[in-house]
């Protein structure tokens, strides 16, 4: 990166919303991975369910253990999709998609660089540490 994000001709409002935009894609990449948690998590209690039906089957319950089996097991976390599917559709049709226009405007506005705000920061903070050194 070359560019000096003190060299960038930003506005106020600009300079806000390349913050706001930089805040909401680390905000939407924490929402993935609650995601893929719930994801995991999920495919956890799936397993401990599957070990429930060999202990239903093992006691002589197959009809609870084939309820199990039949309708719970093989049912999606939601709208009849697999969490493997929610995932996949988030990362592919919301993630990659704003990622990438947050990309671009940021491209456009300034010229690539991330965290502007924050490495403006980290400038005057260590500035004004230095001049308190003198």
Same mark, same amino acid.
């Given at each position: 990166m070359s560019t000096d994000p003190d060299d960038l001709e930003l506005s106020d409002a600009e300079a806000e919303a390349l913050h706001n935009m930089q805040l909401g894609i680390e905000y939407v990449y924490r929402a993935y991975g609650n995601l893929l948690e719930f994801h995991h998590e999920l495919g956890h209690a799936m397993d401990r369910m599957s070990d429930a039906e060999d202990r239903l089957r093992e006691a002589g319950h197959e009809e609870w253990a084939d309820e199990l089996r039949d309708n719970h097991l093989p049912a999606g976390a939601i709208s009849d999709q697999w969490t493997f599917e929610l995932v996949e /559709? &988030?990362?592919? @049709? &919301?993630?990659? /998609?704003?990622? @990438? &226009? /947050?990309?671009?405007?940021?491209? /456009?506005?300034a010229d690539g660089v991330d965290h502007v705000t924050e490495r403006r920061q980290k400038r005057r903070l260590r500035e004004r540490a230095k001049r308190d050194d003198d």
């Open positions: /559709e &988030f990362s592919t @049709a &919301f993630l990659e /998609e704003v990622d @990438a &226009f /947050e990309d671009d405007v940021r491209d /456009e506005l």
